[in-house]
């Protein structure tokens, strides 16, 4: 990997972590108490709608690529909050949510992909 592409790879990362949080925190004070983590299903599904659309772009540039989907994409969304929410509803005992939340999450983060990449082909 040359420098410019780990260089825009840390700056693409940054900002989607930072847009992460940010839109995090705005989904939870407008739905504190939802029955799943509401805000990160919709970050993931944001996150593959404009994975779709990115990729759909069919971008000759690696660069903006590696920037935006690898960096802001890749920190956006996050498998690791959604497994970890996920073993915390299990553990909690609330196994319906724990399986609406699993459904609904690989469901509608594929279809938001396949939406977003349609849009430009």
């Known amino acids: 990997m ?13 900002l ?21 983590p509401f ?3 919709v970050i993931n599904v944001l996150g593959s709608i404009a994975l ?7 971008l000759n540039s690696q660069l903006l690529l590696a920037t935006l989907a690898t960096g802001y994409l890749g920190a956006f969304t996050t498998f690791s909050t959604f497994s970890v929410e996920a073993i915390q509803l299990w553990e909690k ?12 999450t690989v469901s509608f983060c594929i279809i ?9 082909v």
Do not use: C, D, K, T
């Not at 005992?93 to 939340?101: C, L």
């Not at 938001?112 to 430009?120: A, D, E, M, N, V």
């Open 2 to 14: 040359m420098l410019l592409e780990a260089l825009a790879i840390i700056f693409g990362g940054s």
């Open 16 to 36: 989607g972590a930072l847009s992460r949080y940010h839109i995090g925190i705005m989904i939870m004070a407008r739905f504190p108490h939802p029955p799943i």
């Open 39 to 41: 805000a990160m299903l």
């Open 52 to 58: 779709g659309v990115v990729l759909g772009l069919n």
């Open 93 to 104: 005992q609330y196994y319906r949510q724990f399986f609406e939340y699993i459904i609904l």
């Open 112 to 120: 938001g992909y396949l939406i977003g990449f349609s849009l430009l």
